[in-house]
């Protein structure tokens, strides 16, 4: 069992960035895929970006170019710059981790955080 603790969130400006982490209890946190997904009030969750132990990246089209994935295998941790924010990156962020990588990308991952708000609001 592997649990995942998002922190981080919280009140963003447009244009602003904010960062987000996630740290897994495990011994084996190498072997598994991170991802981030949001889920904004009223719609669908989304990938937001996902890494592979191998350094696979993935982002959302709406994310790409602005947010960035990275992942600290020593400290069992992920992180999620977010630059350039914009109002409709407000949502709950969670982290989510599986050791088969097609998981992640398909929001089926095996283990999942509590999530963390994000509102962007001037």
């Known amino acids: 069992q592997v649990q995942l603790v998002e922190s981080g969130g919280g009140l963003g400006e447009p244009g602003g960035s904010l960062g987000l982490s996630c740290v897994a209890t495990t011994n084996i946190f190498s072997i598994y895929t991170m991802g981030w997904y949001r889920q904004a009030p009223g719609k669908q969750r989304e990938l937001v970006a996902s890494l592979t132990p191998g350094g696979g990246l993935n982002y959302g089209d709406s994310v790409r170019g602005r947010f960035s994935i990275s992942r600290d295998d020593e400290k069992n941790m992920v992180y999620l710059q977010m630059n350039s924010l914009k109002p409709e990156d407000t949502a709950v962020y969670y982290c989510?981790?599986?050791?088969?990588?097609?998981?992640?990308?398909?929001?089926?991952?095996?283990?999942w955080g509590q999530g963390t708000q994000v509102t962007v609001s001037s």
């Open positions: 989510a981790a599986d050791s088969i990588p097609l998981n992640v990308l398909t929001m089926q991952a095996k283990y």
